[in-house]
């Protein structure tokens, strides 16, 4: 950092913070996250946040086409974790839901993501995890600030 360090730019925080996010890649990559991909795990987020939206809905958030987020959905219901319903005002329209089991999936995933970060968090002096804390709560808040305003939903809102 520079000379500044004691009130860092959003630039000096940025390459840490991408690492630090890499980082959990590698330590999250400890637990599995089969029988599920990256790409409908997203998908399994977004339901959790926004029950009931539409395939077009989905397909914005995902940053996809509704074919490539409808074959997505395809798999996840084929393995129980989302459910597809008409939508109360047009039965052509169908509505997805994480299923019960989903929720499930996603109950247990975090668990073993938080128990793979365990071991390096009690690696760290007690005020430096009081330090971390506090940090990770405002950029928790200020993301999913960011992410509402924009009309999408992140794949990690609440963990």
């Known amino acids: 950092m520079t000379s500044s360090s004691a009130r860092p730019r959003p630039h000096e925080v940025a390459p840490v913070t991408a690492q630090a996010a890499e980082l959990l890649e590698v330590l999250w990559g400890r637990a599995s996250t089969a029988p599920v991909s990256a790409s409908q795990l997203r998908v399994l987020f977004v339901l ?83 330090q971390l804390l506090q940090g990770l709560v405002a950029f928790c808040a200020a993301a999913a600030e960011e992410i509402h305003e924009d009309g999408t939903v992140a794949g990690a809102a609440t963990a």
């Open 48 to 130: 959790e946040h926004q029950e009931g939206i539409n395939l077009r809905t989905l397909a914005d958030a995902l940053g996809s086409t509704p074919p490539s987020t409808s074959r997505l959905c395809d798999r996840l219901q084929a393995v129980g974790f989302v459910e597809r319903r008409p939508g109360a005002t047009s039965r052509r329209e169908v509505r997805l839901y994480l299923s019960r089991r989903g929720r499930t999936f996603l109950g247990d995933l975090r668990s073993r993501r938080e128990r793979a970060l365990e071991s390096v968090l009690e690696q760290m002096p007690a005020a430096r995890r009081t």
